[in-house]
């Protein structure tokens, strides 16, 4: 019997509605128990939020403007109820869930049809992701509205809400991976092992509860199925560094370009990004040089890309990214921004996973099939005059600092451990989101330009102001980020706007105080952009625990300079 969409619905109310970890881990095991195998996959992605994993290049392409058209054209609301729906819950799916059930009258064929399942939620996802080429926005409106009027109002919140990927429920990928060693008797080792190497919880859940704790400790990575990338946690300098790592560590710099995830088999390469998106046309060059260069059939690197200008100088970041934008004119771009590939990894490598060998092993492989490709500059040492002084010659080559890298670790994806550990010697940055944004005044009456950064609250999944500011960007970048904000926009009211969270900004700052002034608790002071961070998405910002964090680290230097 096919699962009602209603009822997945109903579980994600009743997870909102607790706080206590064991009893949502208790809620969804119970609710994946009763799923036929066919609905176990598509029922985890439609409960965190997550429909495609990054890796498989699929999104819906449903713009804001589309939903709130819908919604507009289904309940017969103005704008000003949807201002004031939006300002009672802060949240899309809320809204749509008042706006619906305010509507008068409800559709005929709204009541002829037959209770949505999970099933035919996903499918229409699917579909939806799969309309593409001309005529395909009217498709996606369609089938979208076709769902929609279909839906309830609690139904429609959810829908909302796995459409802009943000559940607000507290369910995170490591409350899921419980819940799913629970329900299959598989170890949560196994399962976040497993995780890792498929980057899609809903293949997870299905191969644990259809196949047993066995198949799931046998799975391998996938060639041209990027893995998350493994994380750097920062130090404040090298003797921190060498402290944590036992006394020797290997340094390697801290390049300021772009991660690539390369994947090689028999003659045919792919590149991946830091958030795992298919890049590979925008870097024919590379993938030349990968071609020509690597002594294997079969590997997985990991690397960064940086832009050269004359005199092999890297370039700022931002060069890089008009590399990576661009759709047109590849060839072109390739002779005006010229780049260069350093390694610095090697995942897997002749059908052998390569991730729990040492370190050092993984850099000796790398060594063997490299050819005539740069690995990253690097040395192994216990002397912190020695590393510093490895550190003072990268930052004056132009780039950002070092990464330290234990030298037996094994490489864990998606982890921001301490077995890497970044120097970059400046104060800390923050990469923030942008939630919301004033209209200037003066100069800059046309644009939006004073932004409401936020980090989001992990176990809320909220994002939660932390500062505002209107430094940093250049009258070019302000005019292109109106026309972005302007498409994220949910609502407007008294010169602000609020918008999706979607955009990432580098944020500097001179100062974390406590503050009343905004609802997280915190304030920034002398917040200023320092770029753009095309390269992250909203799920890899900065969390609050990370502000309390720089908060606390603080707070405990201050309180050494008093003493
Ligand atoms: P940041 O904002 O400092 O760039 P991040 O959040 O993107 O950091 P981290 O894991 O904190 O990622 O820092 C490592 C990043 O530094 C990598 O994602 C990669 O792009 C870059 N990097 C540059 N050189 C190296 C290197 N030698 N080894 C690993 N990562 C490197």
């Known amino acids: 019997m096919s699962t009602l969409f209603k009822e997945l619905a109903e579980l994600c109310e009743k997870l909102e509605a607790t706080t206590k970890r064991i009893t949502m881990v208790n809620l969804i095991s119970s609710f994946l128990r009763k799923l036929e195998p066919d609905e176990i996959g598509p029922a985890v992605r439609l409960i965190i939020g997550r429909i495609f994993p990054a890796w498989s290049q699929e999104t819906l392409e449903i713009s804001w403007r589309t939903i709130i058209k819908i ?305 990253t500059p690097r040395i192994i040492t216990s002397d912190a005059k020695e590393a510093q002084k490895f550190f003072e010659k990268s930052k004056k080559e132009g780039h950002e600092g070092l990464v330290a890298k234990k030298l037996d670790s094994n490489y864990t994806p998606g982890i921001r451990g301490k077995k890497w550990l970044k120097i970059k010697g400046i104060l800390d940055t923050l990469d923030l989101v942008i939630v919301a944004a004033d209209w200037g005044y003066g100069r800059r009456h046309e644009w939006l330009s004073d932004y409401y950064l936020a980090a989001k609250d992990e176990k809320t999944g909220k994002f939660m102001v932390i500062g505002k500011t209107f430094k940093g960007l250049t009258d070019k970048e302000f005019k292109e980020m109106t026309k972005r904000l302007l498409e994220l926009k949910i609502t407007e009211r008294g010169g602000t706007v609020y918008v999706k969270p979607e955009i990432v900004v580098e944020v500097a700052f001179d100062e974390i105080q406590q503050s009343p002034k905004y609802e997280s608790g915190f304030a920034l002071r002398f917040a200023r952009i320092t770029r753009i961070r095309e390269d992250k998405g909203p799920d890899e910002a900065d969390t609050i625990e990370r502000v309390r964090e720089i908060y606390e680290k603080q707070f405990r230097s201050k309180a050494k300079i008093n003493n």
Request: proline share 4%.
């Open 71 to 375: 919604i507009k054209n289904l309940t017969n609301a103005s704008s000003k109820d949807i201002s004031e729906a939006f300002s009672k819950t802060g949240d899309p799916g809320d809204m749509a869930k008042i706006l619906m059930e305010k509507r008068k009258t409800i559709k005929q064929v709204t009541l002829l049809q037959s209770p949505l399942t999970i099933l035919d939620v996903y499918k229409c996802f699917l579909s939806i992701a799969n309309a593409k080429g001309p005529g395909s926005k009217k498709k996606k409106e369609g089938l979208l509205y076709g769902l929609l009027s279909r839906a309830s109002p609690l139904e429609v919140k959810y829908i909302i809400k796995d459409i802009l990927g943000e559940m607000r429920h507290g369910v995170s990928e490591g409350l899921m991976e419980e819940a799913i060693a629970k329900t299959s008797g598989a170890s949560l080792e196994q399962i976040k092992r497993a995780h890792m190497l498929l980057g899609d919880l809903g293949d997870v859940a299905h191969i644990a509860l259809t196949r047993g704790a066995q198949q799931i400790r046998e799975v391998k990575i996938r060639l041209f199925h990027p893995i998350k990338p493994m994380l750097a946690q920062p130090v404040e300098n090298v003797e921190e560094a060498l402290k944590e790592h036992g006394g020797k560590t290997a340094f390697e710099y801290k390049l300021d370009g772009a991660r690539v995830q390369i994947h090689l088999k028999n003659g045919k390469v792919a590149i991946f990004s830091r958030r795992l998106t298919n890049v590979t046309h925008s870097l024919p060059d590379v993938v030349k040089l990968i071609l020509d260069e690597i002594k294997a059939n079969e590997a997985i690197l990991e690397g960064e890309v940086i832009a050269v200008g004359e005199e092999g100088k890297p370039l700022p970041f931002q060069h890089l990214m008009r590399r990576f934008h661009r759709v047109k004119d590849i060839e072109k771009m390739v002779k005006e921004i010229p780049v260069q590939l350093y390694l610095f990894d090697v995942l897997y490598l002749n059908e052998k996973m390569m991730i729990d060998e040492p370190y050092i092993k993984r850099w000796e492989h790398l060594e063997e099939i490299s050819g005539n490709i740069r690995l």
